[in-house]
């Protein structure tokens, strides 16, 4: 075989346990030419003293390792230089002999996964947000990120450790920030959780929500640790996010708390279109903001909020707290039935009709671009939700803990409609209605006074006065 | 105390039975004038005679057979297999006769075979196995696989001492390779109990024999990325400590079951099984397991390194279950 580059000489395997052998001579000096099998060196081992042969013809162009040295199997021996097949001429060796081929080095370990995003998957419109809008793990104080990492479900797993241990000190696994893989809640993540106190701080949080007489319900069982049971024919599964764990929560949670009653009321939106069909081109060309009809019954809504505080209210353990600001939440609708969130607009009795509808609009578009920031969901005092995008034209929304009542907008459909003219006959004029509603806890709110707040409501939006500055 | 190699910790173990006890013996193809195939019983035959250092024929089912009378009536025969391969033309006096005559007879049957096992010398397919798992499974025998020349030499007399049959499995790539300080007295090391071989927090390798120092090799590489790595060496497979087993799981609630025998049937499934099965509510991660693939040993040393498991291997199997 020919051999154009240079051949190592390695000290040889002489048995199954010899680890090491002994140089005892040369039989060729630097400079030497040797053929190939023909012995080149001695050697001594533990268990044998043999003749090594040469693997190459060629000119010996370097010892390395002297003789009476002890080196390692595998060592390095010396360099052959090569020459052509038939042994014309001797190639100069002097070229790096090129390293045994290695088998590649595998990949390091898998990467941890990239953490995970802001939880908000794609929203759509406020304007379409449905009507059970009134959760969001805005509500939630802080103990925990609930707002990260559901990418890949690896925080909707729980490992049998972490199940047992949550069981153990009553904690929610959902609740606490995941370092795993995919954001899995470790053990060492619900351990430090523990130690950190968290886990009184969340039976402290779930204390008071229990109704007083009411018999106490049941801890919520921690998440089976096993997988669930057979299916059925024609039956999918698929794991529950910790979105939805939370949403889950907070909705038995609401009710569980708030003694939900809802009335309603049906607006005459006239004068509001006409309003709209005047500042819409001039918003949109000024600002590049759509003036939403949302807009203006977020407008009229916290302008009467000012006269209806317990509205804007919440029962906060022995006392009732009430405001001279509205933090405003507007339900937004994940994509395909993923969820919702409630992001907030802060201080909106400052705002006019503007502020409001650009407000409202940069909140849509944060929640489409997943950049809300918890502070974006955090604090509200009042929320709306605006389930009307598809028609319906009344529900019965719950109300978003722990606030005090929760406002629904519903289709804005064109009806027949009895009124009277100015000689005080009755006449029916084709006229576009909103029925609105308000879901207000009991335990604060009377309904008379949600009547007069939905009255008031009423009367600003019908008898809109100028551009809502 | 002097620093010996794992194979003179052998050596050291039978010269103090040979000295000690009138009954011990030793048989096995080279064992005597040659010294064995690899010179654990150098020098012997000149010490205690042919009478106690016995060179056989190449006949396993009658060196096998041969100690299985010689132990039923008394006598506390070591076997030398010269690989560990070797062992299946003795299978039926093993697992037939001596395995089974304690529970058909009453009869103890005190004797070991010890059996060279293991590659990473480019053997091929009939120089390199780890059969233990096969004999793990025939009740009434006991596995043994030292890790270090300390407990080669403890678990060898207690090997002797047992009075059931004992397989002996001696790695040979650490023949030479290992060394430490053993004491020169006599002493035992219980067999079916493990060793806590380096102390962790974060994940766990169960494994035994020339594995447990691949695995020291991984953990050391990951002590500097902040994973803290435990190692259980198992010392002896049948009977096996699962009480240090399941409490290494119990700890970092992570295991990596590992061994230098092919996958399916090993008995790492053993573990892997015990672990989901009694330790369950311990478990952080799913229980994982490096092992050779399903495939004889092959010659060639790329492939050879390719089918036992590398440093490289257990350390990407570690990290896995780190970040897990």
């Known amino acids: 075989m020919a051999t154009e580059t240079a051949v190592d000489v390695v000290m040889p395997q002489m048995g199954v346990s010899v680890s090491e052998g002994t140089i005892t001579r040369w039989m ?14 001695e050697i001594s081992t533990d268990k044998v003293d043999t003749e090594v042969p040469s693997p190459a013809s060629g000119t010996l162009t370097q010892i390395l390792v002297q003789e009476g040295e002890t080196v390692p199997v595998g060592t390095k021996l010396a360099q052959i230089g090569g020459t052509e097949i038939g042994g014309t001429g001797t190639g100069d060796g002097a070229g790096e002999a090129p390293a045994p081929a290695e088998p590649p080095e595998p990949a390091p370990g898998t990467e941890a996964a990239a953490p995970a995003e802001q939880q908000t998957a794609q929203a759509s419109e406020p304007a379409a947000a449905p009507e059970t809008a009134a959760a969001a793990p805005a509500a939630e104080p802080p103990p925990a990120r609930a707002s990260e990492a559901v990418s890949g479900n690896g925080k909707a797993f729980v490992s049998p450790v972490v199940a047992r241990i949550a069981s153990e000190h009553g904690v929610d696994p959902s609740r606490v920030a995941g370092t795993g893989r995919g954001g899995r809640v470790t053990k060492k993540d619900i351990l430090a959780f523990v130690e950190s106190g968290g886990a009184q701080q969340q039976q402290q949080q779930a204390a008071p929500q229990a109704p007083a007489q009411a018999p106490a319900a049941p801890p919520r069982p921690a998440p089976a640790p096993v997988a669930p049971g057979e299916l059925l024919p024609g039956e999918q599964v698929e794991p529950i996010t910790a979105m939805r764990r939370g949403i889950a929560d907070h909705m038995r949670r609401s009710i569980d708390t708030a003694a939900h009653v809802t009335s309603a009321i049906e607006v005459d939106f006239t004068r509001i279109v006409a309003v709209r069909a005047g500042l819409k081109k001039e918003y949109q060309a000024a600002y590049g903001v759509n003036p939403t009809y949302l807009a203006f019954v977020a407008k009229a ?127 029916i004029a084709i006229r576009p209605i909103m029925n609105v509603t308000l879901t207000y806890d009991h335990r604060l709110v009377d309904g008379a006074y949600a009547g007069r707040f939905l009255f008031a409501l009423r009367e600003r939006l019908e008898g809109w006065e100028g551009d809502g500055g | 105390m002097a620093e010996i190699t794992y194979l003179q910790a052998i050596s050291d173990a039978l010269r103090t039975e040979l000295r000690r006890d009138q009954r011990v013996f030793l048989i096995g193809e080279d064992v005597g004038v040659y010294g064995g195939a690899f010179k654990v019983s150098l020098g012997f035959q000149e010490e205690f005679g042919p009478w106690r250092v016995i060179d056989a024929p190449l006949a396993e089912s009658a060196i096998v057979g041969g100690c299985t009378g010689a132990a039923m009536m008394g006598m506390r025969p070591v076997a030398e297999m010269q690989f560990a391969d070797f062992i299946s033309c003795g299978w039926d006096q093993l697992v037939t006769v001596a395995a089974k005559q304690r529970w058909r007879a009453g009869t103890p049957v005190p004797m070991v075979v010890r059996l060279p096992s293991g590659g990473g010398f480019s053997g091929g397919p009939f120089h390199s196995q780890n059969p233990e798992s096969s004999f793990a499974h025939i009740p009434g025998l006991k596995c043994v696989c030292p890790a270090t020349p300390e407990d080669a030499k ?16 001696e790695h040979k790539h650490l023949y030479r390779r290992i060394k430490a300080e053993v004491p020169e007295e006599r002493y035992t090391t219980p067999i079916g109990k493990a060793r806590t071989h380096r102390a962790g927090d974060d994940v766990s390798v169960i494994t035994w024999g020339a594995m447990v120092h691949t695995a020291d090799e991984a953990a050391k590489q990951l002590e500097s990325d902040g994973v803290s790595v435990e190692i259980v060496d198992l010392r002896t497979v049948m009977p096996w400590d699962k009480a240090a087993v399941l409490e290494s799981a119990r700890k970092t609630s992570k295991v990596l079951v590992l061994h230098e025998d092919t996958r399916t049937g090993g008995f790492g499934a053993e573990i892997a099984a015990t672990v989901a099965e009694e330790g369950f509510e311990d478990l952080d991660a799913p229980v994982k397991r490096i092992a050779a693939p399903d495939t004889p040993v092959p010659f060639s040393p790329p492939l050879e390194k390719a089918f036992i498991p590398q440093v490289e291997d257990i350390v990407a199997g570690l990290r896995e279950l780190a970040e897990y």
């Open chain 2, 154 to 169: 403890g678990l060898l007399i207690s090997a002797i001492e047992d009075p059931s049959p004992v397989l002996f499995f």
């Open chain 1, 301 to 427: 809504t916290v302008d009467t909020l000012r006269d209806f505080p317990y509205v804007n209210g919440e029962m906060r353990g022995d006392s009732i707290v009430t405001r001279n600001f509205v933090n405003l939440g507007i339900a937004v609708e994940l994509q395909e039935g993923k969820g919702l969130i409630v992001p907030v607009i802060r201080n909106a009795e400052a705002m006019n009709l503007l502020g409001l509808a650009r407000a409202i609009s940069e909140l849509a578009g944060k929640a489409r671009n997943k950049q809300l920031v918890p502070d974006d969901v955090q604090g509200g005092t009042f929320s709306i939700t605006n389930p009307g995008g598809y028609g319906t034209f009344h529900g019965t929304p719950v109300i978003n803990q722990p606030q005090s009542a929760i406002l629904g907008t519903y289709a804005l459909v064109k009806r027949p409609w009895v009124l009277e003219d100015e000689l005080g006959n009755d006449v």
């Open chain 1, 28 to 41: 060729k000096q630097e400079g030497e030419q040797v053929e190939a099998d023909e012995t080149l060196l």
